[in-house]
């Protein structure tokens, strides 16, 4: 997959690291806009392991010119956030592309 370099964010993970990801839709809900990112260069064990989640979910927060990117804490927001990615996704066609593999 080709990546547009203002599509990769540079996030922290839980333990300090520096980890890429590409940015692959937005949406918004409830007033706020909400990053669905996929991990870039992901391990071989990582892609072998079924319950890794390679998809993260951030709620962008209006913070001076750029903003902050934080966690979503409560489960039905994150819940309602992930079906809108899933529709927004499946409209796209991104889930045929990867059964097509």
């Known amino acids: 997959m080709d ?9 922290i993970d ?13 949406t918004k809900f409830g007033g706020c806009d909400y990053y ?15 319950d890794y989640e390679s ?11 750029e903003g902050i990117l934080i966690p979503i804490e409560d489960d039905n927001e994150e819940e309602a956030v992930k079906d809108i990615f899933i529709e927004l996704l499946d409209e796209e066609g991104f889930f045929d592309e990867e059964d097509e593999e």
């Open 3 to 11: 990546y547009s370099e203002d599509q990769v964010y540079t996030l």
């Open 14 to 26: 839980e333990n300090g690291e520096e980890v890429e990801f590409y940015l692959v839709e937005t």
């Open 36 to 50: 669905l990112f996929e991990e870039m260069d992901l391990s071989e064990e990582q892609m072998e392991d079924e």
């Open 55 to 65: 998809f993260l979910i951030m709620k962008h927060l209006p913070d001076d010119e």
